[in-house]
C-alpha cells in the first residue's frame, strides 16, 4: 500500500471514530441534561407542596389567632406555637425563594448547554460527512483540503456557539433580588 493510500486511509478512519464516539457520548450528555431538568421541575413541584404547607400551617393557627382577636385567652402551648409561627415561615419562605432562584439560574445553564451539545453534536456531524469523501486513495492536496474544511468549519461553529451563548446566567424571574452566578 502507498503512503498515500495509508494516510488517508488513516485520516477517514480518525474522522469517522471521532464522529461516531462523540455523537455516542454526546447523545447520552443530552440524554441526562434532559433528565436533570426533569428532575429540577419534580423538585419545583415539592416546593410548590411546600409552600402550601406552610399556608396550612398558618390556616392552622387561624382558629388561635380567631380566639385572640376575639379577646379570649389561650393556652401557653398556643401562645408559644404562635410566637414561633413567623419565625418558622419566614425560614421556610426564605429557603424556597433562594431554590427557586437557583432553580431558574439552572434552568438557564441546562439551556446552554444543551444548546452547546447540539452545537457540537453538528460539528462532529460534519466531520463524519467530511470524513465520508476521503477514500484510501485520495491525493495529498484532497487530504489537505478536507483538513481545510474541518478546521474551517470547526471556526465557524465555535464562533456560533460563542455568539449564541452568555457567559453568565442571571436570576430572571424572582422579586427578591439580583443574582448572577459566574
Known amino acids: 500500500?502507498?503512503?498515500?493510500?495509508?494516510?488517508?486511509?488513516?485520516?477517514?478512519?480518525?474522522?469517522?471514530?471521532?464522529?461516531?464516539?462523540g455523537l455516542k457520548h454526546l447523545t447520552e450528555v443530552e440524554t441526562d441534561l434532559i433528565q436533570t431538568r426533569l428532575l429540577l421541575e419534580e423538585a419545583i413541584d415539592k416546593l410548590s407542596f411546600n409552600f402550601m404547607a406552610i399556608h396550612q400551617a398558618v390556616t392552622g393557627e387561624q382558629a388561635t389567632i380567631d380566639r385572640l382577636?376575639?379577646?379570649?385567652?389561650?393556652?401557653?402551648?398556643q401562645r408559644a406555637r404562635l410566637e414561633a409561627l413567623p419565625g418558622q415561615?419566614?425560614?421556610?419562605?426564605?429557603?424556597?425563594?433562594?431554590?427557586?432562584?437557583?432553580q431558574d439560574?439552572?434552568?438557564?445553564?441546562?439551556?446552554?448547554?444543551?444548546?452547546?451539545v447540539n452545537g457540537l453534536r453538528d460539528f462532529l456531524g460534519k466531520l463524519g460527512e467530511h470524513g465520508a469523501e476521503?477514500?484510501?486513495?485520495?491525493?495529498?492536496?484532497?487530504?489537505?483540503?478536507?483538513?481545510?474544511?474541518?478546521?474551517?468549519?470547526?471556526?465557524?461553529?465555535?464562533?456560533?456557539?460563542?455568539?449564541?451563548?452568555?457567559?453568565?446566567?442571571?436570576?430572571?424571574?424572582?422579586?427578591s433580588g439580583d443574582i448572577e452566578l459566574f
Do not use: C, P, W
Open 1 to 21: 500500500m502507498t503512503r498515500k493510500k495509508i494516510l488517508g486511509s488513516h485520516v477517514k478512519r480518525l474522522m469517522s471514530g471521532v464522529s461516531d464516539h
Open 69 to 77: 382577636l376575639a379577646g379570649a385567652d389561650i393556652t401557653a402551648d
Open 89 to 102: 415561615l419566614g425560614t421556610y419562605v426564605n429557603a424556597a425563594v433562594v431554590s427557586l432562584q437557583f
Open 105 to 116: 439560574m439552572t434552568g438557564q445553564l441546562l439551556d446552554r448547554t444543551l444548546k452547546r
Open 134 to 175: 476521503m477514500t484510501a486513495e485520495s491525493e495529498d492536496e484532497k487530504i489537505v483540503e478536507l483538513l481545510g474544511k474541518v478546521s474551517i468549519a470547526l471556526t465557524v461553529q465555535s464562533l456560533e456557539l460563542s455568539s449564541v451563548l452568555r457567559k453568565a446566567v442571571h436570576q430572571q424571574h424572582m422579586e
